[in-house]
């Protein structure tokens, strides 16, 4: 009598890749919000360097890097952009 073994593989996955680049997408997306994107963002850029140290899904974790930047880059831009139309006004 012969046996039969099946193997079955898992597939990887890569969570903290995509957890930081769903927080990167909240926080371009709530940009607006006062302080939100700067812990959304900042929690992105860390889950994407970390998720980057895994051999799979780097591209998510790469996103999830980028879109954490931009997120904080857009929230300074918003602030000098509203510091540079407050300073119009005193004119």
Do not use: D
């Amino acid at each position: 009598m012969s046996e039969n073994r099946v193997i079955l593989e898992k597939p990887e996955g890569n969570g903290l890749a995509v957890a930081g680049m769903v927080l990167g997408i909240i926080g371009v997306v709530l940009n607006i919000v006062p302080f939100l994107p700067y812990v959304l963002g900042i929690m992105a850029v860390i889950f994407g360097v970390v998720g980057m140290k895994q051999p799979v899904k780097q591209g998510m974790a790469k996103a999830s890097l980028i879109l954490g930047i931009i997120t904080i880059g857009l929230k300074i831009l918003f602030w000098i952009g509203l510091v540079g139309l407050g300073s119009l006004g005193n004119m």
